[in-house]
């Protein structure tokens, strides 16, 4: 018998997606990805998504600040022991955490997780690496040699930030690094310290913009003598006496230390050979997201910039009847949780709908 609905991804969209799809008697089947996969982990597109991979989350809703040890009793009431152990580094040990603050990305993933576990979601350790959408029911194959029929699919693989690929950049990830202002950019480590942004668009203009709430400087490095950002936000933030350009340079390395993260940061220019060495306390890179949409090798229609494309306003239909999408691999605009948390809802009631329609449910 084929699946009713395969879900494709484990970020806010996917498990938010399997909850809706759960309580509506679908008995979804997740594709979370492995962890231990080496391209996953090469990409930075490991099980439970871009928030797995973060600190602390302040603007997801119904997560304000909260004392460390209620926030571990409560992982430890809320998950079974193997996924408790997961968080355990939070809360026992000698990096555990203490006082009030918002809950970690990890956490959070794992309680969408186990919310959709409660109401009956079957999950699959296993990426999806090939899809069959000309035959219906659909055909996933996995990474690990398995196919699954399915009358619908929802996918959800998100997309991944893109970074500038240096090993220093790499070593300070989570510890000054941050590819999300929105994200990151409270945190007390870039309170009134020097930051730098990387990125001559929107995001980078409007991420600089927002950093200089909380720093003492924003330094936004493009690669070029022109922004490529809208007029109206050039402006605003070329007016802000916060920021200052560095046109026509390019970051060459990120320098800190273990215990106190980035310290600076050199760049070079990309017309001469000058560089120069920034204090710095962190450093934001803004510089675009890529889709995780390999794997379909053509089998939807995607937009100019890669993502999948919605085919109806204001509905998660994709190119294919019966396959819907959801979260950042449809969304190269807001690129935020609980936008993605939303489209997840929006394609699994879409999903029903559809399947109830077809007579499938
Ligand atoms: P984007 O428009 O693709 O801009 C990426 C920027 O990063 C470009 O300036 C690019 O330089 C630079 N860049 C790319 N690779 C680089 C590298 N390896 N090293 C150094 N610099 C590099 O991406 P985005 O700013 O994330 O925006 C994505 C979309 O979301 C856009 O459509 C944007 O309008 C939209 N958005 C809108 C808002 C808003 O309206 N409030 C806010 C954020 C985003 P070049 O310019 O030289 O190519």
């Given at each position: 018998m084929p699946e009713k609905v395969v879900i494709i991804g484990s970020g806010p969209a996917g498990w938010t997606a399997a909850i809706y799809a759960a309580r509506a008697n679908l008995q979804p089947l997740v594709y979370e990805g492995s962890a231990t996969w080496d391209q996953n982990r090469v990409n930075g597109t490991t099980p439970l998504g871009q928030l797995n991979l973060t600190t602390e989350v302040e603007n997801f809703p119904g997560w304000p600040f909260v004392d460390s040890a209620a926030l571990a009793q409560f992982s430890r009431s809320a998950l079974p022991d193997d996924r408790y152990g997961n968080l355990a580094h939070f809360h026992s040990g000698k990096r555990a955490h203490t006082g009030k603050r918002a809950a970690f990305g990890p956490e959070l993933m794992e309680f969408m997780r186990q919310q959709a576990v409660n109401f009956g979601t079957r999950i699959v350790t296993d990426d999806i690496v090939k899809v069959d959408f000309k035959k219906h029911p659909f055909v996933l194959h996995s990474r690990e040699g398995e196919s699954v029929e399915s009358q619908a699919v929802i996918v959800a693989t998100g997309a991944r930030a893109n970074y500038l690929g240096l090993p220093s950049e790499d070593k300070y990830k989570n510890n000054g690094v941050s590819a999300c202002a929105v994200c990151d950019g409270a945190l007390p480590r870039f309170k009134n310290k020097p930051l730098v942004v990387v990125g001559g668009g929107d995001s980078a203009v409007e991420e600089g913009t927002y950093l200089t709430k909380f720093a003492s400087t924003v330094y936004l490095v493009h690669r070029r003598d022109e922004l490529r950002a809208s007029k109206i936000m050039q402006d605003r933030a070329l007016s802000n006496p916060k920021i200052t350009m560095k046109w026509n340079r390019v970051v060459d390395e990120v320098i800190g230390t273990e215990a106190d993260g980035v310290t600076s940061v050199r760049l070079k220019s990309t017309v001469d050979d000058r560089t120069e060495e920034l204090d710095a306390g962190g450093m934001f890179v803004a510089i675009g997201h890529t889709p995780n949409t390999d794997f379909l090798e053509g089998a939807l229609a995607l937009d100019d910039k890669g993502f999948i494309k919605w085919?109806?306003?204001?509905?998660?239909?994709?190119?294919?009847?019966g396959v819907f999408s959801a979260g950042d691999v449809s969304d190269s605009y807001y690129k935020q949780a609980v936008t993605a948390a939303g489209t997840g809802c929006m394609a699994a009631l879409d999903a029903e709908r559809w399947l109830a329609e077809k007579g499938y449910h």
């Open positions: 085919t109806r306003p204001q509905r998660c239909w994709t190119s294919v009847e």
